[in-house]
Nanobody
Framework: QVQVIESGGGEVQAGGSLRLACAASGRTFSNYGMGWFRQAPGKEREFVSSISRGGSTTYYKNTVKDRFTISKDNANDTGYLQMNSLKPEDTAVYYC??????????????WGQGTQVTVTS
């Protein structure tokens, strides 16, 4: 079993930045792709971004492209989502997942517990 833990959420004003981290146990990020999803109140969980096992391929939801940057540090079994120019509509619980890259996204296999991101006006 793979354990995935997110951190780095918090409250920030619109236009600000946050960096989310996703840590996996057992050096698992060397074996899996990684992705981020989010779920806002009253909405379905949606795909945000993903990165391939080796980091050579990335995908982004259109509304976050050019504002968010996904990265992966296999040596430390940690993935990141750098979020800049945050907007109130980015407010959600953000979930990290380890899985298999598919065209345009990721097939999640192991989920983290989520971290809250709140962006105020």
């Amino acid at each position: 079993q793979v354990q995935v833990i997110e951190s780095g959420g918090g409250e920030v004003q619109a236009g600000g930045s946050l960096r989310l981290a996703c840590a996996a146990s057992g050096r698992t990020f060397s074996n899996y792709g990684m992705g981020w999803f989010r779920q806002a109140p009253g909405k379905e969980r949606e795909f945000v971004s993903s990165i391939s096992r080796g980091g050579s391929t990335t995908y982004y939801k259109n509304t976050v492209k050019d504002r968010f940057t996904i990265s992966k540090d296999n040596a430390n079994d940690t993935g990141y989502l750098q979020m800049n120019s945050l907007k109130p509509e980015d407010t959600a619980v953000y979930y990290c997942a380890a899985g298999s890259l598919i065209l345009g996204g990721i097939l999640p296999l192991y989920w983290g517990q989520g971290t809250q991101v709140t962006v105020t006006s």
